[in-house]
């Protein structure tokens, strides 16, 4: 059989230390020849912060989820300030309502925590790019994804309100909306939504491929998102399947998705690659709440590098291929990064 030219036949090169041309360890003995070659480059370009917004009230750290905080809206610009300052080029913003109810109605409401946070940081730094996020279940008082009838989650009935929620954060200002309900058609309803209404230049950053994860439980804390009844495997991907990911981007992207995502990112890199070898298409991939809180739990404890243990892993997940990465790490990776990691 013909050798591959990724493994060169090396029968001969081990048969004596004087003979043996093939060294990858001459690359590997200084720091400067090992940027030279390396093939995968985490930038600061590619980070995306979360933002977890409140109306009122004190700046208040998330137990589950050390050095993150909810933010009241009037202490918003200067955190856009300190975000942009570092040259993170984004923010994807999660809204703590006043209230709650079957409809979810204040995340379509102008004076929605989202649509003010919005208006607050657009005009405090205006070159930050601002996405939302799109869905139902931090507004609801059932804790869904969707409009909930006799305990099901109807999906047709859910994707006007969907449109009418990223139409409002078009009018606030928003760049991207994103929206995460895994309802089937979500993607064309609400392009449909912003193109009637005047909003053909908004962005959609699909959650294409959002798996019903384990790992969001620091994140249902932080946005008071748990349901109240069942779960959202009904809606969400199941773990097991790969190949239903793929068809799944492939539906956002007919519908006029600008950006596709697989979220969680750690245990789903084998399908962040499907995905970069099928579509060449903006990929983005979501660091979650949980993989964030392994790291800072581990590392107060003592057991791991906390700068180390998080460069390694939105490498690996870079390396996987996504253009852009949605983490809780984002401010400290973008100083480390800065400081030449």
Known sequence: MEASRWAPDTTELREGSAGLSARPRRLRRLANLRRLVRETRLVIDNLIYPLFV????????????????????????????????????????????????????????????????VRAIKAAVPELVVMTDVCLCEYTDHGHCGIVRDGQVLNDETLDVLGRVAVSHAVAGADVVAPSAM???????????????????????????????????????????????????????????????????????????????????????????????????????????GEYSMVKAAAQRGWIDERAAALEMLTAIRRAGPDMILTYFAKDAARWLREGD
């Open 54 to 117: 409140v109306h009122d009230g004190p700046k208040e750290e998330i137990p589950s989820m050390p050095g993150i905080h909810r933010w009241p809206v009037e202490l918003l610009p200067a955190e856009a300030e300190e975000v942009a300052g570092l040259d993170i080029p984004a923010v994807i913003l999660f809204g703590l309502p006043a209230a709650k109810d079957a409809q979810g109605s204040e995340a379509y409401a102008a004076d929605g925590v989202v649509q003010r946070a």
């Open 183 to 289: 309802m089937d058609g979500q993607v064309g309803a609400i392009r449909a939504a912003l193109d009637e209404a005047g909003f053909p230049q908004v962005a959609i950053l699909a959650y294409a491929a959002k798996y019903a994860s384990a790992f969001y439980g620091p994140f249902r804390d932080a946005a008071d998102s748990a349901p109240a009844f069942g779960d959202r495997r009904g809606y969400q991907m199941d773990p097991p399947n790969a190949r239903e990911a793929l068809r799944e981007v492939a539906l956002d992207i007919q519908e006029g998705a600008d950006i596709v995502m697989v979220k969680p990112a750690l245990a789903y890199l084998d399908v962040i690659r499907r995905v970069r070898d099928a579509f060449d298409h903006p990929l983005a991939a979501y660091n979650v709440s």
